[in-house]
Nanobody, 126 residues
Framework: QVQVVESGGGLVQAGGSLRLSCAAS????????MGWFRQIPGKEREFVVG????????TYADSVKGRFTISRDQNKNTVYLQMNSLKPEDTAVYYC???????????????????WGQGTQVTVSS
């Protein structure tokens, strides 16, 4: 079993920055691939970024490319999502997810992830 815990959400003005953290504990080989998704009420969960601890470059959604950056601390099995130049449309509950190693082509599919955190609210005011 893998436990995923997010933190770092909050309220920020448009143009500001926030950093989210995601710690995954448990069977580390079962959390090879990690991703961030976001969701607003009434809409499907939207892919933000995915990556593998085994290597390769992160895959970003077009909507966040150039503004969001993922970084990792392998010793702590923790990933960080630095969000810059935030826009009101970035407002959502952000979820961190983990799963066994999956193909790059599956990073964007929320159904491919087995373990999910409880979510953290990010609100960007205009």
């Amino acid at each position: 079993q893998v436990q995923v815990v997010e933190s770092g959400g909050g309220l920020v003005q448009a143009g500001g920055s926030l950093r989210l953290s995601c710690a995954a504990s448990g069977r580390t080989f079962s959390s090879d691939t990690m991703g961030w998704f976001r969701q607003i009420p009434g809409k499907e969960r939207e892919f933000v970024v995915g990556f593998s601890w085994s290597g390769g470059y992160p895959t970003y959604a077009d909507s966040v490319k150039g503004r969001f950056t993922i970084s990792r601390d392998q010793n702590k099995n923790t990933v960080y999502l630095q969000m810059n130049s935030l826009k009101p449309e970035d407002t959502a509950v952000y979820y961190c997810a983990a799963t066994d190693r999956i193909p790059l082509t599956s990073y964007r599919q929320s159904s491919a992830y087995r373990y999910w955190g409880q979510g953290t609210q990010v609100t960007v005011s205009s």
